[in-house]
């Protein structure tokens, strides 16, 4: 309702005008001025219409992008001032002087207004200044950002860390890996379909969520060009100096391999899991059987793998166990244990 008003203030106001020049000049009327004023309210109010969710960026690209080339224009012009200058007071000459230093500045405002509206577009992520009452870009929490992989948003457990409020960087989601997570949840294979899906319903929690700075980061440096995506990634986080979170043991390692910070999400919970040490006893429920043919196969809470020698004959049942071995890699934590059926007697 407040942008009706804002509208058509603005439509009374442009009358108001158009009335006060046509008492003030009769022939205001007839001529060209009039039919264009109302065509340029009209276009306006119905792009407005038409648009109505606007970027606050772009916006702020067109304001400072035109002010900015008008300026240099202006520069321009006290620079090239002198040699329109006629040296003889030829009235006539002046005048054709003026009207081709018009001619010559009208394009080069024009080209120059483009050139910054598009540099602001561009760059518009790394700007810090401030518009009066807006604000162009947020300032960045933390000392890097963190840039996430397609493999941490569909694994989902990205969004569970942040909701602890322990990441306070800004978190990035480049264009070029939501563009393949929506070719994954696009696909025609149902499993993929799936997972693509479930990626986009996190990337949903993690734009409202209040606990992090959130960005989808629009653009693609020229370098990125015919590079594949976990390539990008890793050009994009040695331009912002930003670190890749991701649970692709791969990319783990290429990243190491580049000398770029990396986040490997699997690494963070296991350092998270319970230890355990050889001779401790923990309560396993038995689910599997195992590869060898006395073993068991259990879980524990947290997912862990728990290999259970002379096991076999326990399946869905719980059991004691005594921890034999740990085997920890990149890709998780395993646990060996033995069953002893005297000793649980």
């Given at each position: 309702?407040a ?18 020049l ?13 039919p264009?004023?109302?065509l ?11 648009l ?19 300026l ?57 200044f ?36 322990i ?15 929506q070719?994954?949840?696009d ?15 996190v ?23 015919g ?32 000398n ?19 001779g401790?006893?923990?309560n ?62």
């Amino acid at each position: 309702m407040a942008i009706w008003i804002i509208r058509i203030f603005f439509i009374v106001l442009t009358i108001s005008i158009s009335v006060s020049l046509l008492f003030s000049d009769p022939e205001f009327l007839s001529g060209p001025l009039v039919p264009f004023m109302v065509l340029i309210i009209v276009a306006v109010i119905v792009i407005d219409w038409l648009l109505p969710n606007k970027r606050i960026d772009l916006i702020s690209s067109i304001y400072f992008g035109f002010l900015v080339g008008l300026l240099l224009t202006y520069v321009i012009s006290l620079v090239i001032d002198p040699i329109f200058q006629p040296t003889t007071a030829d009235a006539e000459l002046a005048d054709k002087f003026s009207r081709t230093k018009t001619r010559i500045l009208i394009p080069v405002a024009i080209i120059l207004c483009y050139l910054c509206i598009s540099l602001l577009w561009q760059t518009k992520d790394e700007f810090r200044f401030i518009i009066p009452y807006v604000e162009f870009s947020k300032e960045t929490k933390g000392s890097k950002p963190y840039i996430l992989d397609t493999s941490v948003v569909i694994d989902g457990r990205i969004a569970d860390v942040i909701e602890t409020g322990i990441i306070d960087n800004r978190v990035l989601m480049p264009r070029f890996v939501l563009n393949e997570l929506q070719n994954i949840a696009d696909s025609s294979d149902k499993m993929r379909r799936s997972r693509g899906r479930r990626g986009l319903d996190v990337l949903n929690r993690l734009r409202n969520s209040s606990k992090i700075d959130f960005l989808i980061y629009e653009r693609e440096l020229p370098e990125m060009q015919g590079e594949a995506v976990d390539q990008k990634l890793l050009i994009l986080a040695k331009h912002l100096n930003g670190k890749v979170v991701t649970g692709d043991f791969n990319l783990n390692k290429v990243a190491k391999l580049q000398n770029v910070p990396v986040i490997n999400l699997n690494e963070v919970a296991n350092s998270l899991k319970p230890v355990f040490l050889p001779g401790d006893r923990i309560n396993i429920l038995v689910v599997k059987p195992g590869e060898d043919p006395a073993q068991g196969i259990g879980y524990l809470d947290d997912g862990t793998m728990v290999v259970v020698e002379d096991g076999r004959d326990y399946i869905g049942q719980h059991i004691e166990i005594a921890v034999t071995s740990l085997l920890q890699t990149n890709a998780g934590r395993m646990v060996f244990g033995r069953h002893d059926a005297t000793k649980n007697k």
